[in-house]
């Protein structure tokens, strides 16, 4: 059996070896070092670009129980992160070019990977392929795959709005309503008085914004169809009021009047365990996203399960095009991987490519596919990139909202998601011993 896996990042890495130790022939393409892609700079592959730390080791923690998952179905990059580890005291981080050497080693070595250095044009119209390319496709391959997709399933940026779990929404200071009545209560509103507004307002204008890299700016204009809350707030003091926050069709049932302003957050899942803040697009740095937004009333205990972004992204409209094996719907011999997906991190695009890869290899021996538990953080990421009912797909990274709730309510979020992540192991552990039985 052969295989094509464009890409040689981290999930396509992870890809091409879990492949090549199930006994495939697997041809790898990586055009560095011939060309580079804007934010490239090292030769070897799984090149880290932003930071050096792949989160938290803690197993009660989102990032550390991703590991651990992946640990147990057998992850090259968890491997090599353990090798290659630095002083980070709870975070797993990592010395970036023996991160790098290690998997290449590994990769260069193995008897059943050939890695072509080139750059791919177009996705090979014969044979099983894994396109893991990476967030920064661009040329000829973005546009084979808008091609493929057609033009409104692919976005070259990532403009995301926070979104925060509902659990941690003060239910005292926010109301279940939509405008005019029109819809079945959909939307929680936070509603604010003109004090509360002001506050908000003055540290939403004075907040620090993320520096936008070079090749970022150059394209910039993009963003104007979803302007940074930011951004647009500095339009003027009621521009928000009559944009995102405008608070016409909503009554307060506490008092019986119109708000001064109102922020409404949309379910994101349909579980009902995530929100996202509606017209939220932001570019602020994380932190000012936590203190600013923390102002809004019912949201001063909000726990985030992602902070908005704004950055050069490409990625898929997944939920329209992927099944959750990372299979490409219309065409079976295709699949993805990596951030393209609308996994959004290091370790959940590395995880995808695992997934990914196993699930190509099982379809091509008509086996049936590897659908880890919805309570496990690799099922819930499988999951959210397939799910058909999520509206406006951003991308998500590993977090404890995507994970159904505990049946018993537990206030301590540490002792919460300690259980939640033995809840998950012990989901994973009995789905793998069923599938070698």
């Known amino acids: 059996m052969e295989v094509a896996v464009i890409g040689a990042g981290l999930a396509g890495c992870e890809a091409a070896w879990t492949l090549a130790e199930l006994g495939a022939k697997v041809s790898l393409y990586e055009m560095k070092p011939t060309e580079f892609s804007p934010a490239h700079k090292y030769h070897g592959y799984a090149e880290l670009i932003c930071s050096n730390s792949l989160k938290a080791r803690r197993i009660g ?189 909503l009554t307060d049932p506490r008092t019986g009047h119109r708000p001064w302003a109102v922020v409404q957050l949309r379910s994101e899942n349909s579980e009902g365990t995530l929100y996202n803040l509606v017209g939220f697009q932001t570019n602020l740095k994380f932190g000012e996203q936590k203190r600013v937004f923390s102002l809004i009333p019912g949201l001063a205990n909000a726990e985030f399960a992602r902070y908005g972004v704004m950055h050069r992204n490409t990625f898929l409209n997944s939920p329209k095009l ?24 290091y ?43 999520v509206k406006d797909f951003q991308p998500m990274g590993a977090n404890m909202g995507i994970l159904p709730p505990l049946q018993e309510r537990i206030r301590d979020k540490t002792l919460r998601y300690e259980q939640i992540a033995q809840r998950s192991l012990s989901s994973l552990e009995s789905y793998l011993t069923t599938r070698t039985k």
């Open 61 to 249: 923690s989102a990032a550390g129980l991703l590991k651990e998952e992946m640990r147990q179905i057998g992850s090259l990059t968890v491997e090599a992160a353990l090798a290659t580890s630095v002083a980070a005291g709870g975070a797993l981080a990592v010395d970036r070019e023996k991160f790098s050497d290690y998997i290449t080693e590994k990769i260069d070595n193995h008897p059943n990977i050939t890695v072509i250095h080139e750059r791919v044009d177009e996705i090979p119209k014969e044979g099983y392929v894994i396109v893991a390319s990476g967030p920064l496709t661009e040329h000829h391959l973005a546009q084979d795959i808008q091609r493929l997709c057609s033009e409104q399933y692919l976005s070259f940026f990532d403009a995301a709005a926070p979104i925060v779990t509902f659990e941690s929404i003060d239910q005292e200071k926010v109301f279940f309503a939509a405008r005019y009545g029109r819809g079945d209560d959909d939307y929680i509103n936070c509603p604010m008085n003109k004090e509360e507004y002001e506050a908000f307002y003055d540290a939403l204008i004075n907040a620090e914004a993320v520096e936008l890299k070079t090749f970022e700016k150059q394209d910039f204009k993009v963003y104007e169809g979803c302007m940074p809350v930011e951004v647009m707030a500095k339009r003027g003091a009621d521009t928000l009021r009559y944009g995102p926050l405008k608070p016409v069709g």
């Open 322 to 345: 992927l099944d959750s094996t990372f299979c490409f719907k219309a065409d079976r011999r295709i699949y993805f991987a990596g951030q393209m997906t609308g996994v959004e991190g």
């Open 347 to 389: 370790m959940e695009s590395a995880s995808s490519g695992i997934l990914a890869a196993k699930n190509l290899w099982l379809a091509a021996h008509g086996e049936e596919p590897l659908i880890l538990p919805r309570d496990t953080m690799l099922g819930a990421l499988s999951a959210y990139i397939s799910d058909e009912t």
